[in-house]
């Protein structure tokens, strides 16, 4: 693990009683250690003004940065292109101090902040829910180490993540194992934004709000995170490969209209030639269209259950899960 060269006065200074404030980056320019003669941030100034969500969009990278406004329901986002936005969060976090410049919080250094009170100010909610190997209590506890029993409830059940808690066995004693592995994504993810409500104001990585749009953000904490992944409550899907997904647009719009085309097509035949010849002959034609109709039926719900299974292993195949890698302090 790599050992970041942060002050350690930084954790003498004297607590302040109000951190709300705009938060300033002001002529930002930073290289990791490791790579001191490449620059991520090159010059970058950005404001988030206290009260509004800021949203930092964009590939990696550093240089071009833009703000754009947009009034609506949720407030003001300000969105900035072509920068680290991951590195934007370890320097506001001082995981790194910036090469040149300075980032203020209410017009103030935050190197003349605490630095544990900075970090507790602060919450994340990182792209990847990290969970420990403890239980669900200990693990919500990590963003306020004096947190009470109430203080966790309360804050689960703003993540929406209490009544799912409720029903584990041991509850919050719940142990999730290594990286949560005994929860779902979605349960990982309540347990990380509950862990995040402690702070005055939280950071949602991209995992977190992908699946939301513009208005459905503001009530993002009311809702059922995992409520689409399931896919009784799915509409459909996004596809980015279409030389994947286009074999099953060929066989909704082919095979399965063929079926259902063929066996209009019978019945209306049997049925004509019932009336015109014999009604004993109806009743022969009506038995072998009814036969045609389950076979059928149960044609389509296996070729159904087929392609979700070949969906899923292709889901597994192409997914890929970014990395965190953990810094070490000495305090």
């Known amino acids: 693990m790599n050992e970041t060269q942060i002050s350690e006065d930084s954790l003498d200074c004297e607590e302040v ?32 003004r206290a009260g509004e969500i800021t949203a930092l969009v964009g590939s990696n990278g550093s240089g071009e940065y833009f703000e754009k406004k947009n009034n609506s329901k949720i407030g003001s986002l300000s969105f ?20 040149s410049g300075q980032i203020t919080i209410n017009d103030r250094s935050i190197a003349d902040y605490n630095l544990r009170q900075l970090r507790q100010k602060i919450g994340v909610a990182s792209q990847e829910p990290i969970l420990f190997a403890t239980s669900i209590y200990e693990n919500i506890r990590f963003g306020k180490e004096n947190a009470t029993r109430i203080e966790i409830e309360e804050a689960a059940r703003q993540a929406n993540a209490h009544d799912f808690i409720m029903q584990l066995p041991n509850k919050y004693d719940t142990i999730v194992g290594e990286n949560g592995v005994q929860l779902s994504g979605g349960e990982k993810q309540r347990v990380a934004l509950a862990r995040a409500l402690y702070t005055a104001f939280a950071i949602s990585g991209s995992k977190l709000t992908e699946r939301i749009r513009a208005k459905a953000f503001a009530h993002l904490l009311r809702q059922e995170v995992a409520f689409f992944d399931r896919s009784e409550n799915s509409s459909g899907a996004i596809c980015n490969r279409l030389s994947s997904d286009a074999l099953a647009i060929q066989q909704m719009t082919g095979a399965r209209l063929g079926i259902v085309c063929e066996s209009i097509a019978m019945f209306g035949i049997g049925v004509v030639l019932g009336v015109l010849i014999n009604w004993q002959l109806t009743l022969v034609a009506l038995f072998y269209v009814v036969s045609l109709s389950i076979l059928a039926i149960v044609q389509i ?21 970014p990395t965190c890698r953990l810094q070490y302090h000495v305090h």
């Open 80 to 99: 900035a292109k072509q920068i680290g936005k991951s590195t934007c969060i370890s320097l506001l976090l001082r995981f790194y101090d910036p090469s």
């Open 17 to 48: 009683i109000n951190m709300n404030g705009d938060i300033q980056f002001d002529n930002i320019d930073f290289a990791y250690p490791t790579r001191p003669d490449v620059f991520v941030l090159r010059n970058l100034t950005l404001t988030a």
């Open 301 to 321: 719900r296996w070729q159904a259950r087929l392609n979700k299974r070949s969906d899923d292993i292709l889901e597994l195949a192409s997914s890929v899960r």
